[in-house]
């Protein structure tokens, strides 16, 4: 019979073990329901170490690629350095981007202040309150062909994780948190919102 743990890699050698927590935390979390994961490379320049996950809603047939403009989309990294950077006030640092659709009848000057506060009301819980980021309206203009033009929204976003209880990090519940509110302001939803 084989071993139910025959199939995860192993710790790699000089890992802390605040990141290989947290790399546990992600591979055991529930992943939210509509939506499409796969890991993320994270660029050595940014952290000593980093987990980076990819996200993508999902419509019910699920035969769209990753990267489909019409679906919600971003990622989040989770960046470790060993020596507790001051501006960060910890050890950790979560990183993230979403790049959602925007219904025309959302299109206007309040689309960026919606979708910040939309997203605070995901990020905040999972934060020391302090979320920094940009919000950029995107708007494609067709020529030539038969469809409409689009507009998008692209946040990108930063946060210090809070920590758990025995000081760790739930990083599965960051990916989480940010998973949800990529889903929320999605059009796979039945009434695309990013309220909760």
Do not use: K
Not at 11 to 23: I, K, L, T, Y
Not at 157 to 177: E, K, R
């Amino acid at each position: 019979m084989r071993h139910p743990d025959a199939d995860m890699p192993e710790r790699p050698v000089g890992v802390p073990d605040a990141v290989w927590s947290a790399v546990e935390s992600v591979r055991s979390m529930p992943r939210v329901t509509g939506m499409r994961y796969r890991e993320l490379p994270v660029p050595s320049t940014l952290a000593d170490y980093g987990i980076g996950v990819e996200m993508e809603c999902v419509a019910d047939d699920d035969s769209r690629s990753f990267g489909d403009a019409h679906m919600a989309s971003g990622w989040i990294m989770l960046l470790y350095v060993e020596r507790e950077r001051e501006d960060w006030h910890s050890h950790w640092r979560c990183v993230a981007y979403a790049q959602l659709p925007l219904p025309s009848d959302e299109n206007d000057g309040l689309a960026p202040s919606m979708y910040w506060d939309g997203m605070r009301s995901f990020v905040d819980d999972a934060s020391l309150g302090d979320v920094s980021g940009t919000v950029t309206v995107t708007q494609n203009t067709s020529f030539g062909l038969a469809q409409e033009g689009t507009a998008g929204c692209e946040m990108r976003v930063s946060w210090t994780p809070l920590a758990s209880m025995d000081g760790g990090l739930d990083a599965g519940g960051q990916v989480q948190c940010w998973a949800r509110f990529v889903q929320s302001a999605s059009e796979c939803e039945e009434e695309p919102s990013v309220d909760r």
